[in-house]
T-cell receptor, first 114, second 113 residues
Framework: AQSVTQLDSQVPVFEEAPVELRCNYS??????LFWYVQYPNQGLQLLLK??????LVKGINGFEAEFNKSQTSFHLRKPSVHISDTAEYFC????????????FGGGTRLMVKP | DTAVSQTPKYLVTQMGNDKSIKCEQN?????MYWYKQDSKKFLKIMFS???????INETVPNRFSPKSPDKAHLNLHINSLELGDSAVYFC????????????FGDGTRLSIL
């Protein structure tokens, strides 16, 4: 069975500061990894995905994430955040044995302050 | 053009009623899903359909019944609604298995009085 842990439920940060949202997963097989963002009263929007190849993945809105197989992590980073980045961020994992079933972490609320 | 659309956006009803939520995708995807997001924002898969066939059915009360008339639609019918059913329900779709990201609708906020 696969599982995802997002270590921080909330991350407050000042505008233009860098941010890292942490994600660790567990799975017995090779995985596909995703980060989604949820703005208030909206659905989830894909930020980026790791399927294979380069471990550094770039996504939309200036976000990037690094897949670290030895540490089973997929942390999300942005060098300079904006007020508009305030949202809930979800890490998710899927594997070939799971029938495309996504398992989500508990979410991290990013709060960008002026 | 909306890729995954759900109706209604808000649903307020009383305990014991039966209600349905509709979902349609115009992306040509062959797999559709229902997720439940609770008040703490935790997201959990409920059902997954591939080409109109059920492929995932997590531990969900049998009061919840998905119906897929064709591969572009996956509706969720809920019988005898309970207070604990209050949540946001998301429909999603994807192409292929595992590798392709899922596209989500905007959610249906269900409130049970």
């Amino acid at each position: 069975a696969q599982s995802v842990t997002q270590l921080d439920s909330q991350v407050p940060v000042f505008e233009e500061a860098p941010v890292e949202l942490r994600c660790n997963y567990s799975s017995s097989v090779s995985v596909y990894l995703f980060w989604y963002v949820q703005y208030p009263n909206q659905g989830l929007q894909l930020l980026l995905k790791y399927l294979s190849g380069s471990t550094l993945v770039k996504g939309i809105n200036g976000f990037e994430a690094e897949f670290n197989k030895s540490q089973t992590s997929f942390h999300l980073r942005k060098p300079s955040v904006h007020i508009s980045d305030t949202a809930e961020y979800f890490c998710a994992v899927s594997d070939m044995n799971a029938g495309n079933m996504l398992t989500f972490g508990g979410g991290t609320r990013l709060m960008v302050k002026p | 053009d909306t890729a995954v659309s759900q109706t209604p956006k808000y649903l307020v009803t009383q305990m014991g009623n039966d209600k349905s939520i509709k979902c349609e995708q115009n992306l040509g995807h062959d797999t559709m899903y229902w997720y439940k997001q609770d008040s703490k924002k935790f997201l959990k898969i409920m059902f997954s359909y591939n080409n109109k066939e059920l492929i995932i059915n997590e531990t969900v009360p049998n009061r919840f019944s998905p119906k897929s008339p064709d591969k572009a639609h996956l509706n969720l019918h809920i019988n005898s609604l309970e207070l604990g059913d209050s949540a946001v329900y998301f429909c999603a779709s994807s192409q292929d298995k595992g590798r392709q990201p899922q596209h989500f609708g905007d959610g249906t906020r269900l409130s049970i009085l």
